[in-house]
Each structure stands twice: as C-alpha cells, then as structure tokens.
C-alpha cells in the first residue's frame, strides 16, 4: 500500500514569466537503476493550482544521467498572463521508476510502403469514399 511515487520539491524559489518556459531545480540526484527508467509526472494539480503545464507532457530520465550537476529540472510552462512563483519547498512533481526492456535494431532496407496506414487519429476516421474507390479500381 502508499504510493508508487515520489515528491520532487524544488530548491529554489523560481519565478515562470507568463508563457514562457522555465526550468525548476529538483534538489534531487537521482542514479536510476539499470533495466529503469524514471518517469518525471506533473503533479495533478500543478495547472489548476499554478497555471504551469509540462509542455513536454512528461520527463525522461535514463540510467547514465547522474553526474555530480544532474539535479533533477522540471520544465515547466506559464499559462496565464501574470508571472507564477514556484516557492522554495513547493512540491512540483513526482518521479516514478519503471522497469524498461532495450531492444537491438537491426536495419533493413525496403521496408518503406508508398502507402501509410495511418496513424494519428486514423482509427477513428472516416476514409474519403473517393479514396476507397479508387483503392478498388
């Protein structure tokens, strides 16, 4: 039971200026074990409480970044029109391991079809009766 997560709390007092894109100290070092990855989520109420979004939507942080002036930055984003303090102490985040597989690649050529499937919301289109006939023809 308890959460899967942690808090990052920020180090510093940061001040975001309205739509501009800032970065907020951590005060954390994190040696991400090998096999893992650590997932940096916003925190639910970081938009509603703020007006700060992770233009990013989340953060990645991989096993090798750990050197002695890797502290932990969380970007962030104003989204109202005046400027937003992040204080000192402020939880603004959460970090969450997840364990991760990597993959040999192997590259091949003639693979690239002329024709997409799709992709983007194609699941959920309508195709263009024009384009289906002459799919047919």
Partial sequence: AGAVG???ITRETTTIEPGA???VPGNVIVKVPEGYALLLIP??????KKALVCPHSIGV????????????L???QNICDEPVIVERGEKIAQGLFVKVDTAD???V???HKEESRGGFGSTDSVPDAAQEVSKVA
């Fill in 105 to 107: 690649w192997v590259e």
């Fill in 6 to 8: 942690f808090d990052i």
């Fill in 21 to 23: 894109i800032g970065l």
């Fill in 74 to 76: 969380v970007q962030v």
């Fill in 43 to 48: 925190r639910s109420s970081l938009p509603r």
């Fill in 61 to 72: 942080i991989d096993c090798d970044y750990h050197g002695p002036n890797d502290e932990i």
């Fill in 109 to 111: 050529e003639g693979s």
